[in-house]
């Protein structure tokens, strides 16, 4: 019988932050999730990973069940990963190992700079972390469009209310990015990443203004370059991993593997890989973390 995950609530920083204990016993592993996405999206992973590991997963400030700050600045990678300490420090953890997916994998790296020693090893998938100026002109990945950030864009034309969470199945599963992932994924975001509104509708947990802020700030000093510039102080302790069939720039992930000093590890699927297929992300994150 798959383990009854535990929704817990920490206080920090003035917010609220929601925390999802799949239980289990070993090593912890703590499993941080993509901009606009909640804990909940690594279900079916975490249920399975119970074996071997205790699972903790963080709904970054903004997304799912943890409140949004106040201020665009509150949404910089150093403020997410403080958060992600007190949950750790609330839950009594010491020591523990990490999956980090787009967001999640950038933020995993601030944490490890922040409370050095604490985290044993980070998978890196897809993770956001690169050094603008190694960028034509400057630029990072993702920029453009009428913003100025074409993901963020698209963020912002995101649809925030729906009838019910079916409907939202029913749109979500046959388009991108979504059509690739595993049924059990998408219903552990239709879960834990959607509120239920007051008049029986349901809402996106992560407004689709909090979700396009983040790719801006991501982008801006201290944000993704932060990140990047912490993965030489974690040589020996990254895998960094990217989708085959990711939107996002090879050259941008072998940066990360060069400055980690690893080999690029590529694999089958896109941007969300892990969700694609739930047996083969289990063997990925085992075989990463020696367990």
């Known amino acids: 019988m798959a383990p009854a995950v535990v929704e817990a609530v920490v206080d920090h920083d003035g917010l609220r932050h929601s925390v999802l204990d799949w239980g289990g016993s070993g090593e912890v592993l703590l499993l941080l999730h993509p901009n606009g996405l909640c804990a909940g999206f690594f279900d079916p992973l975490a249920v399975r990973l119970t074996d071997t590991f205790r699972v903790i997963g963080v709904d970054l400030r903004g997304h ?94 995101r649809r925030a209310v729906w009838p019910d969470r079916e409907a939202v199945r029913a749109r979500y599963s046959d388009r991108p990015p979504f059509d690739v992932v595993a049924p059990e994924a998408l219903a552990g975001y239709l879960r834990w990443g959607f509120v239920d509104r007051p008049d029986g509708q349901v809402e996106l947990a992560c407004d689709p203004e909090t979700e396009a802020a983040i790719f801006e700030v991501t982008s801006e000093p201290g944000g993704a370059d932060r990140a990047f510039a912490h993965l030489a102080v974690m040589r020996g302790r990254v895998a960094v991993l990217r989708g085959e069939a990711s939107y996002l720039p090879e050259p941008w992930f072998r940066a990360q593997a060069d400055a980690a000093g690893t080999e690029l590890r590529t694999i089958p699927g896109g941007h969300f890989f892990l969700q694609e297929d739930t047996a083969r992300a289990e063997a990925i994150v085992r075989a990463e973390l020696g367990r």
């Open 64 to 157: 799912g069940g943890s409140d949004p700050p106040p201020t665009r600045a509150g949404l910089r990678y150093e403020p997410m990963a403080g958060d992600v300490l007190a949950v750790l420090d609330a839950l009594g953890i010491e020591e523990f190992s990490a999956v980090g997916e787009s967001l999640g994998g950038g933020v995993s790296a601030v944490v490890d700079e922040l409370r050095p020693g604490a985290m044993r090893r980070l998978v890196c998938c897809e993770g956001i972390a690169f050094d603008a100026a190694a960028f034509p002109r400057g630029a990072a990945p993702g920029e453009g469009g009428a913003s100025g950030n074409f993901m963020a864009d698209i963020a912002r034309a």
